[in-house]
């Protein structure tokens, strides 16, 4: 299961990595047509907005596999693998927790889209359920990545192997960074 996870997480935070590119790109030229020729691309800021909003919720479960997420461990730091583990596996459930409500929200949000048939307030005129469901699909895609993520630790905890449990969900230290 885990593997299927980091495939996915790996995929999708690649699209969304040359998404983010072809936006560069497409804002470069916008910059450079702007300036040289006194024209101007239609809905370049609206397109990067979009894939913006996209790409942070398919990066998301990449950075949490990667245990890329920041988190603060002055506490952490000083406590024994078991409890270090206990708060990890609290975070997880902290992090799917929300993770959760933002995909239910972002559904429901979705849903009243495509029922109002809503557009965005520009020239483009995009129908908006195109960009919120790609939104959406990371957020459930997260969410579940999360609750892998969290039952993987769990299962080690359990089995009172820390060291797996901190490859999981720990956080990465100086020497982990540095040899990556």
């Given at each position: 299961?885990?593997?299927?996870?980091?495939?996915?997480?790996?995929?999708?935070?690649?699209?969304?990595?040359?998404?983010?590119?072809?936006?560069?790109?497409?804002?470069?030229?916008?910059?450079?047509?702007?300036?040289?020729?006194?024209?101007?691309?239609?809905?370049?800021?609206?397109?990067?907005?979009?894939?913006?909003?996209?790409?942070?919720?398919w990066g998301a479960?990449?950075?949490?596999?990667?245990?890329?997420?920041?988190?603060?461990?002055?506490?952490?730091?000083?406590?024994?693998?078991?409890?270090?583990?206990a708060l990890d596996?609290?975070?997880?459930?902290?992090?799917?927790?929300?993770?959760?409500?933002?995909?239910?929200?972002?559904?429901?949000?979705?849903?009243?889209?495509?029922?109002?048939?809503?557009?965005?307030?520009?020239?483009?005129?995009?129908?908006?359920?195109?960009?919120?469901?790609?939104?959406?699909?990371?957020?459930?895609?997260?969410?579940?990545?999360?609750?892998?993520?969290?039952?993987?630790?769990?299962?080690?905890?359990?089995?009172?192997?820390?060291?797996?449990?901190?490859?999981?969900?720990?956080?990465?230290?100086?020497?982990?960074?540095?040899?990556?």
């Amino acid at each position: 299961m885990y593997l299927i996870a980091h495939n996915i997480s790996t995929l999708l935070a690649r699209i969304a990595g040359f998404a983010i590119l072809g936006c560069a790109l497409m804002i470069s030229v916008e910059v450079i047509a702007r300036k040289v020729l006194s024209i101007s691309l239609v809905g370049a800021d609206e397109v990067s907005g979009y894939v913006l909003a996209v790409a942070v919720t398919w990066g998301a479960s990449l950075a949490l596999i990667r245990r890329a997420h920041v988190r603060i461990d002055v506490v952490q730091a000083r406590l024994p693998r078991g409890a270090k583990t206990a708060l990890d596996i609290l975070a997880l459930l902290s992090l799917f927790t929300v993770t959760l409500l933002f995909a239910w929200y972002a559904t429901k949000l979705l849903s009243t889209t495509i029922r109002t048939g809503a557009v965005s307030n520009s020239q483009m005129e995009t129908p908006m359920w195109i960009p919120q469901l790609l939104w959406v699909a990371g957020f459930w895609v997260f969410a579940a990545v999360t609750l892998i993520v969290m039952g993987m630790t769990v299962k080690a905890y359990v089995s009172r192997d820390f060291p797996a449990a901190h490859r999981m969900a720990g956080m990465r230290g100086a020497l982990e960074e540095v040899s990556e």
